[in-house]
């Protein structure tokens, strides 16, 4: 978590979409972690915290059609965007979704005319575990 709140801050961003499970959010962690670093975490509704659930369980159950699961995800993104037009990126605060929409580097904000990018906790993890062993 503090992982992905420091490289978030690190390239600049203030305000985030965060895309987690209810427990995690019910936690706090990475809220917490987010506003220790001076970012501003946006949570999504109830209706498409809902739709962030049904996701998470389709990839629990291998259910996954990836172009269907990343449109629902964007869905929640856009959603997001719609919510606060300062967020700049969006956290995947869920890694079971990052194994899944990891490989995708954001989405183009067409409105605003401007690309969200995408944080995974899996990739900033695995940056950082190949800075560290090339030290």
Known sequence: ??????????????????????????????????????????LPDANHQAQVMEAVSDIKWGEVDREDLKHRLENVVLSLLAKNANITAVVWGCTDIAA????YEGIDDEAKGRHIEYYDTLGVLAEEIVRVSNM
């Open 100 to 103: 899944i929409i990891g490989e």
């Open 1 to 42: 978590l503090e992982l992905t709140a420091q490289a978030v801050a690190n390239d600049g961003h203030g305000t985030v979409g965060l895309v987690e499970v209810d427990g995690t959010i019910k936690a706090g962690l990475f809220v917490e972690a987010m506003k220790r670093h001076g970012i501003e975490p946006i």
